[in-house]
């Protein structure tokens, strides 16, 4: 049965979310596209796309959020081929994602996403990581197998080694946490297991803000376009500072170093850190009420929606 107290999004809303949505994720997602058809790659960009696996096509895409209903004419459906296809259904002049449509797995997964936005949100965040989760990635660990080949480390070996040793290395996150080097996993104060990730994740972490991305891309299109974008450009923006406080000199490629092994560098980062914490505990909220509409049972998708639209 359809909501009919759901939105209703006139054409000239809808193809202004659209063309917003498209101006944000458009320029990186065609410049991955354009990399991997010369067969070359981006030490900062490529990351948002490979270890973030979400198609550059489906980012691109625009849709609405389940709840949502577009007025629509035969013309709109010729140049937004996607919005007549399931599971969107064009009826009446109105269009929408179907809540039938809604598979049971993604349900499963938005309670489980709604639980972990409600931990992160509850709990204190954590900052003064510095960073280091990518020094210790690299930390002793042999030149041939350093993971971005051709770009140079900012210190030498022994330095780099000597100021990780330096450092409390208090790794939250286990995404990050696993790629250490053999030598460096001991030195962090935390153990971080795929099991533990409800109780060890907290909203300082770097990775995992950049992680709204995941989550939000992981209840696409259910969740909307609009909110998987603006958490991709946070998550373009965590990647960014990430890579500017590695151990790597990206100066080249235009990344002015966060130089994290002296003590205005770490104040620098501290100060960023905080900054993209902020902006991914909006995002959080968004993704936890984006999350709580999808776990419902599908009988109770004819009732009233929360908005789920840009809030950019």
């Known amino acids: 049965m359809e909501n009919i107290s759901a939105p209703v999004l006139s054409r000239t809303v809808w193809q202004a979310r659209a063309k917003g949505h498209h101006a944000r994720v458009a320029a990186m997602a065609q410049g991955f596209l354009d990399r991997r058809s010369r067969g070359t790659r981006h030490p900062v960009h490529d990351f948002l796309f490979t270890y973030y696996t979400f198609p550059p096509s489906k980012l691109m895409r625009w849709l609405p959020a389940l709840g949502e209903r577009l007025v629509v004419e035969a013309q709109d459906l010729e140049k937004y081929p996607w919005l007549a296809v399931p599971p969107m259904h064009p009826e009446a002049g109105l269009c929408s994602l179907l809540p039938a449509a809604l598979p049971d797995k993604v349900r499963d997964l938005a309670r489980w996403v709604h639980t972990l936005c409600q931990a992160v949100a509850q709990r204190p965040p954590r900052l003064r990581c510095y960073g280091l989760h990518e ?31 330096s450092q409390t290395v208090c790794c939250s996150h286990y995404d990050a946490f ?13 153990q971080p297991v795929l099991e533990t990730r409800l109780e060890m994740e907290q909203g300082g972490c770097l990775h995992t803000n950049m992680d709204l991305y995941k989550w939000s891309a992981k209840l696409w ?10 958490c991709f450009a946070l998550a373009c923006e965590g990647r960014a500072l990430d890579m500017r406080a590695s151990p790597y000199d990206l100066r080249h490629l235009g990344y002015e170093p966060v130089k994290i092994e002296t ?41 009233d929606f929360p908005s789920t639209g840009s809030c950019a």
């Open 263 to 303: 003590a205005e560098g770490r104040a620098q980062y501290e100060q960023e850190q905080r900054q993209l914490a902020e902006k991914a505990a909006i995002q959080r909220a968004r993704l936890a009420q984006a999350a709580a509409v999808l776990a419902v049972p599908s009988a109770d998708h004819g009732r």
């Open 135 to 165: 020094w210790a990635m690299v930390y002793r660990q042999p030149r041939e197998q350093v993971r971005h080949q051709g770009y140079e480390l900012r210190l030498s070996p022994e330095d780099l080694a000597a100021f990780v040793e």
């Open 221 to 230: 299109p259910w969740c909307g376009s609009d909110l998987v974008g603006e």
């Open 178 to 190: 696993r790629f250490f080097t053999p030598e460096a996993k001991p030195l962090n104060l935390l």
